[in-house]
């Protein structure tokens, strides 16, 4: 398995501006991802955060409003851009070992936008 | 039709009681399933995990896989109330650590002492 630390564990953020996630696991894993868990909705993958390079994103997440950052194997960003109340949820970072069969999850970072 | 539906409860039970969880899927490539439980603000815990069809227990806990209808339970005996919390149904095609994890809605139970 997998420690996972996230902070901010929660934000209130104004229209407009911007949030950046920091995500933290405490061992070397070769994945890791971005998910969206809004009310009464599934968790959402956004993205795969890939070591040193940009992130995959899934259909309908664009890097302009999603950037993520990943610089070595531990550590990734998450930056929620240009703030709007529909942006409003939390966001969970996850991982897993390329050996593993599961990723696991951070506690997730909950975010309200006025 | 979503890839993987479940019903978001919420459903309560009486302390003691069997409960059982249920998915269905339409992608009949799923390989590796989950359930996750999620109490109110925090993250998801991965709570079992199965590979193809068949049973898997842990403690209080089993885990059933039929394929064949698309369909996998999670029973939980003797519930208590600290089980009360939102579980996750979750699949995929290969490993976690491989590919895209899809997930149900989650089903909310409520343990009542």
């Known amino acids: 398995s997998a420690v996972i630390s996230q902070k901010p564990s929660r934000d209130i953020c104004q229209r407009g501006t911007s949030l950046t996630i920091q995500c933290q696991v405490d061992s070397q894993v070769t994945m890791m991802f971005w998910y969206r868990q809004q009310p009464g909705q599934s968790l959402t993958l956004i993205a795969t955060a890939n070591q040193g390079s940009e992130a995959t994103y899934e259909s309908g997440f664009v890097i302009d409003k999603f950037p993520i950052s990943r610089p070595n194997l531990t550590f990734s960003t998450l930056t929620v851009s240009n703030l709007s109340p529909e942006d409003s949820s939390i966001y969970l970072c996850s991982a897993a070992h390329i050996s593993g069969n599961t990723i696991y999850f951070g506690e997730g970072s909950w975010l309200t936008v006025v | 039709q979503k890839e993987v539906e479940q019903d978001p409860g919420p459903l309560s039970v009486p302390e003691g009681a069997i409960v059982s969880l249920n998915c269905t899927y339409s992608?009949?490539?799923?390989?590796?399933f989950m359930w996750y439980r999620q109490y109110s603000r925090k993250g998801p815990e991965l709570l079992m995990y199965t590979y193809s069809s068949g049973n898997k227990e842990d403690g209080r806990f089993t885990a059933q896989v039929d394929k064949s209808s698309k369909y996998i339970s999670l029973f939980i005996r003797d519930s208590q109330p600290s089980d009360s919390a939102t579980y996750l149904c979750a699949m995929s095609i290969r490993p976690g650590g491989y590919q895209k994890v899809t997930f149900g809605i989650g089903t909310k139970l409520q343990v009542i002492p």
């Open positions: 992608n009949s490539a799923f390989q590796y």
